[in-house]
Every structure is written in structure tokens, then in C-alpha cells.
């Protein structure tokens, strides 16, 4: 590995792809609702659920920060989940990569194609300390894909440098991570010829692009999707956009709302712990409010909470 590369900040991209032979979870069908959450370096973000299915293909990617130290990193932690709405949903189960895997994943080169057997993974669901039997009496396993990336984060410009903000390198300063909590939809407009709406929410933040999981045929959508972003002092303005997902074609607008950096800046002047909790109002291509099915104007909850962020 080069010396140049070294220095470049460095993001990891998981797809995940399926899962295959899910037990049976639900009455009627018995089929599962499946989801699948991952939780890596503070951040946690969920896949889209699917349906009645034993073995639902996914082929969803996030893509998490890590930056120029990939020494220390944490485990790689999924979760299988079958969705149950209105209740508490079901855990199928869990698997992880370890935090001495991660780091020698990492340690690949940007854009450089890992060895097949790091490249793509397959792994066996755990509940309890034992393999998730599915259905047909095989086991349940989770397939993965993974590559290295350059994190567009680090590499964007500053729009704004704020202020108020102290400064993390300077005596008694601490540094803080500037995150987002997308909670939920209310009141979407019906956006799809045979159904509803397919919601996602993408988040544009310093030249990076943060999506949610896709919620099929509805008029509201709950996520409860964290996405963290390190604080280097520089801030700038995030765009929320709340899109409707087409299986074949671009997605659609269905608009937007901005968080400022000013705002921004203002939530990070307070102490670890804070919560900026607020209901935005999505606002169409024309500039005005978008509103639902109902006729209600169409909001999307959304916290922003202070966190410390500490170096590994």
C-alpha cells in the first residue's frame, strides 16, 4: 500500500444481498417479514422489510465512515429481524464480523477488489449460541459484499466553518459527533399508479449521499434510522430528501427540506447529551408544501442529537 493512499480517508460499503432458509415466525403463512439491521462504529441502519418470504433478496448497500485509522475499529454486528407491525418485532437472530476481521478488511486499498473469500461472506445466523434452524431444516445464513471506498465525507469542501464550535485540538476540548435520527413519514402523497408510496429518505451531506430503507405501499413510514457523521469543526448545510423508489427507473421527488448550517452549528454548541427533536415540512420542487392523500401537509420527524465522539 502506498504511502498517498494511507492518507486517504477511507469508507467501507456492505451490500446486503439475502438472507436464505428464515424459520417460520408469523401465524397464517408462516413466512417471515424480514429485515436486516447493521451496527458498526456507533451507526445502526436498517434494510427495506419484505414480506412473507423465507429467502428475501435484499441487494441494499450502506456505506459507513471510517477514516484514515482503521486500527481499533468495532465488530460488525447484524441482526435479522422479523417485522411485526404495531408489536414488538421478533429477533431471528445475529451474526458478526470481529473487530481484528473488520481491521484487516480495511486495510485494503481504495477501490482495490478484495480476496473473493473477504469480497463476499456468508454467515450463519446465531440465536442463543445456536444456528437458526429455517424452515426446510436448513440453516439460516446472511449473504454480505464488501469494498473499500474513499469517504466523500473527509473529501468535500467546507461550505461553512462554524464559530461557535470548540475547537477539538485546543486545551480542554472535546470532540462531538453530529448525528441524525430520520424517525418517520406522515401523510404522503399518493404517488404510485396501482398503490401508495415506496418512501426512502436520502440525506446529502458534505458530497455523501445517506439513504433509509425502502417502506413499500404506504402513506407513512417509520425508520427509526441513525446516520453519525464525525465533527471537524467544518459544517455545512444537510438537504433531507424524501424520494419515492420505483423497481425499474429512477426514483421519484416527492421533495425536500433543509437542515441549515446554522442550525447545525447552533445544536452542536450544546453539551453531549442534547436532542434537537422537530417535524419538518416537506416542501415540493415548486417550493411549496407537499401535501398528502389526506390533505394534511406532509412532515418528516427528525432529532438531532449531540454525541461524544471518541478516537479509536
Known amino acids: 500500500m502506498s504511502g498517498a493512499d494511507d492518507k486517504r480517508p477511507k469508507a467501507l460499503k456492505v451490500v446486503v ?8 415466525k408469523d401465524w397464517g403463512t408462516g413466512k417471515c417479514d424480514a429485515f436486516v439491521q447493521l451496527e458498526f462504529e456507533e451507526t445502526s441502519v436498517k434494510t427495506q422489510v419484505i414480506e412473507k418470504t423465507y429467502d428475501p433478496i435484499f441487494d441494499e448497500e450502506f456505506v459507513f465512515d471510517v477514516g484514515t485509522d482503521v486500527e481499533g475499529v468495532g465488530d460488525l454486528e447484524l441482526k435479522v429481524w422479523d417485522y411485526d407491525k404495531g408489536t414488538k418485532d421478533d429477533l431471528v437472530g445475529t451474526c458478526r464480523i470481529s473487530e481484528g476481521d473488520m481491521v484487516r478488511m480495511l486495510r485494503g486499498r ?3 477488489p478484495l480476496p473473493d473469500e473477504v469480497a463476499e461472506q456468508t454467515l450463519v445466523v446465531i440465536n442463543k449460541g445456536k444456528a437458526v434452524t429455517g424452515y426446510d431444516k436448513k440453516t439460516c445464513t446472511v449473504k454480505l459484499q ?14 461553512t466553518r462554524s464559530s461557535g464550535l470548540i475547537d477539538p485540538s485546543s486545551p480542554g476540548g472535546s470532540k462531538k459527533m453530529l448525528e441524525f435520527i430520520v424517525h418517520s413519514v406522515e401523510n404522503l402523497p399518493k404517488m404510485d399508479t ?5 418512501p426512502f429518505i436520502r440525506i446529502h451531506y458534505f458530497g455523501g449521499e ?3 430503507a425502502v417502506v413499500k405501499n404506504v402513506y407513512e ?6 446516520f453519525g457523521f464525525k465533527n471537524d469543526g467544518d459544517l455545512g448545510d444537510a438537504r433531507f430528501e424524501l424520494l419515492d423508489w420505483n423497481r425499474i427507473g429512477k426514483s421519484d421527488t416527492v421533495g425536500e427540506f433543509v437542515i441549515s448550517a446554522k442550525k447545525i452549528g447552533e445544536v452542536l454548541r450544546h453539551d453531549v447529551g442534547y436532542e434537537e427533536k422537530k417535524e419538518y415540512r416537506v416542501k415540493g420542487q415548486e417550493g411549496g408544501e407537499v401535501n398528502g392523500k389526506n390533505g394534511k401537509v406532509c412532515i418528516v420527524k427528525v432529532t438531532a442529537p449531540v454525541s461524544a465522539f471518541t478516537e479509536k
Not at 17 to 24: M, R
Not at 148 to 156: F, G, H, M, T, Y
Not at 194 to 198: F, L, N, V, W, Y
Open 194 to 198: 396501482m398503490g401508495k408510496c415506496d
Open 17 to 24: 444481498v439475502e438472507i436464505n432458509h428464515l424459520p417460520k
Open 210 to 212: 445517506y439513504d433509509t
Open 146 to 159: 464488501f469494498s473499500i471506498q474513499e469517504s466523500v465525507r473527509r473529501l468535500a469542501k467546507s461550505k
Open 110 to 112: 481504495i477501490n482495490t
Open 221 to 226: 413510514a417509520f425508520w427509526e434510522t441513525k
